[in-house]
């Protein structure tokens, strides 16, 4: 089964340091695998997704991701954070099985304190 | 351009009660999705059109759950009758094509409240 597993509930930074959000995967095949962040009352925003290619993703609002293949990982971070970078992120993998079908984990809290 | 639109933003029904949700997705967009996020957890995929047809609708109880496209363009979701489980927020998303590796586009989902 194609699955992506998010380790923390809750990831707490201050600002101006790094932040990563981490993810792991299980799929069968190639992965392709993508987050997406989550502002409150709003709609899940694309940030980068990998599907084949180099191992360093880059993507919006300063945000990259790097695919590990060894480790099965694929983890979002960031240089320095921002109060702004406070919201619900969410990994997620395509499964192969069913075009454009997209499988969540079940997210991670960033709070980023000044 | 226009985002994803969705109405009402917050519905409160009783059990056994009837409600509907609409979605306008992007101009142009040819795949439509809709999703069912329950606090706590990541979105899961209730249904996926491809133009006015169903591509999957696997995980749609279809028991109480229904939902069309007509024209290809704008769909409602209903629910017919609603249990204490179907709080959650329903959100709905589109694609330029045939899905696969394209970014998926959200609106900003229906909070719906079964009391």
């Known amino acids: 089964a194609q699955s992506v597993a998010q380790p923390e509930d809750q990831v707490n930074v201050a600002e101006g340091n790094p932040l990563t959000v981490k993810c792991t995967y299980s799929?069968?095949?190639?992965?392709?695998l993508f987050w997406y962040v989550q502002y409150p009352n709003r709609g899940l925003q694309f940030l980068l997704k990998y599907i084949t290619g180099d191992n360093l993703v880059k993507g919006s609002y300063g945000f990259e991701a790097e695919f590990n293949k060894s480790q099965t990982s694929f983890h979002l971070k960031k240089p320095s954070a921002l109060v702004s970078d406070s919201a619900l992120y969410f990994c997620?993998?395509?499964?192969?099985?069913?075009?454009?079908?997209?499988?969540f984990g079940a997210g991670t809290q960033v709070v980023v304190t000044p | 351009e226009a985002g994803v639109a969705q109405s009402p933003r917050y519905k409160i029904i009783e059990k056994r009660q009837s409600v509907a949700f609409w979605c306008n997705p992007i101009s142009g967009h040819a795949t439509l999705y809709w999703y069912q996020q329950i606090l706590g957890q990541g979105p899961k995929l209730l249904i996926q059109?491809?133009?006015?047809?169903?591509?999957?609708d696997s995980q749609l109880p279809k028991d109480r759950f229904s939902a069309e496209r007509l024209k290809g363009v704008d769909s409602t979701l209903k629910i017919q009758p609603a249990k204490l489980e179907d709080s959650a927020v329903y959100l709905c998303a589109s694609s330029p094509t045939s899905g696969g590796y394209n970014e998926q586009f959200f609106g900003p989902g229906t909070r719906l409240t079964v009391l």
């Open positions: 997620a993998s395509l499964k192969g099985d069913s075009w454009g079908k997209l499988q």
């Open positions: 059109f491809q133009n006015n047809g169903v591509v999957d």
């Open positions: 799929v069968s095949g190639n992965p392709y």
